[in-house]
């Protein structure tokens, strides 16, 4: 039954990393969601510029969106679904804002953070109980990256090894 309600949200996800891709920006895409219905979204902003902006990330943009409909049902019922693993920022930030449980699709093999050991850093993340789900969908996820780092006109992460291990990968 998890496995299909995370499917189900993890869709909604890619429909956020697809217009993302459809707007020339990074396929990142971010659901906040309790066990019925979709809160807040989010997709990442600010990559196709000259200078990326790193600040506008998806999982971000959904938090801002979470605060800005005033959301005051239980937290320990949310879950943020994302279709790439969360960098540290974002990952510090979904456990700050209390978010108890973290679903992704596609691994960042240059910048995940839920890798990092919560127990060796200090109690405000020390002592956060998230759960981390890795892989759901991450077949469709990989395609819509495979996608953007074949496009010779894209610039954002061009060359790194991200780009890289995405475009092996089968």
Sequence with gaps: MIETIDAGFMEKALDQARAALGAGEFPV??????E????ATGAKAGSSGAIPNEL???EINALRRLQEVGYEGDMNRLTIYSTMEPCLMCFGAIILNNIPRLVFAYEDVMGGGTACRLESLPP??????????????????LALFQSFFSDSRQAYWKNSLLA???LSQE
């Excluded at 019925?36 to 809160?39: E, G, L």
């Excluded at 405000?124 to 996820?141: F, G, K, P, W």
């Design 36 to 39: 019925v219905r979709v809160i």
């Design 29 to 34: 895409g971010c659901v906040i969601a309790d």
């Design 56 to 58: 506008d990330h998806a």
């Design 124 to 141: 405000l993340y020390s002592n956060s109980n998230i759960t981390v789900v890795a892989d759901v969908m991450r077949q469709e996820s």
């Design 164 to 166: 890289q291990y995405t």
